[in-house]
């Protein structure tokens, strides 16, 4: 089982959300949605599947990092999120991290962190 950890918000989210919780092969440990963000969707598919919902957080926070050790995850997978993923948390998920984004990516992005190796 692939366990994940899902940084998401909107539309691009909701949709990603479906298909990988149709797999049996694959879970979200937990969701955590951009700062500021209302996204009354992701929250409902978190109380409907059981998943811990974070919001308002620095993720690279010694905080943030503490409380998503616990979910022992494989790999984030980043969904139209805001935030950029410094190397200690993408260090926590043996697979490291994938940025699924709809548009262009910025020059620096920090995919380029990647134990995956993906950079485009």
């Not at 940084?7 to 949605?33: L, R, T, Y």
């Not at 990092?65 to 980043?78: Q, R």
């Not at 926590?92 to 262009?104: D, F, K, M, Y």
Request: with cysteine; glycine share 6%.
């Amino acid at each position: 089982m692939l366990k994940i950890g899902y940084f998401a918000d909107g539309i691009w989210s909701h949709n990603a959300f479906k298909i990988i919780a149709s797999d049996p092969n694959m879970q979200i440990c937990f969701i955590c949605v951009r700062r500021g963000s209302d996204d009354k969707i992701l929250a409902k598919f978190a109380a409907d599947y059981g998943i811990e919902l974070f919001r308002d957080c620095d993720i690279n926070s010694p905080q943030f990092l503490a409380m998503i050790t616990k979910f022992n995850c494989d790999i984030f997978v980043s969904m139209s999120f805001d935030q950029i993923f410094k190397p200690q948390i993408i260090d926590l998920a043996p697979l490291g991290a994938i940025n699924c984004h709809a548009g262009a990516l910025p020059f620096l992005s920090w995919t380029k962190y990647s134990k995956l190796g993906i950079n485009k």
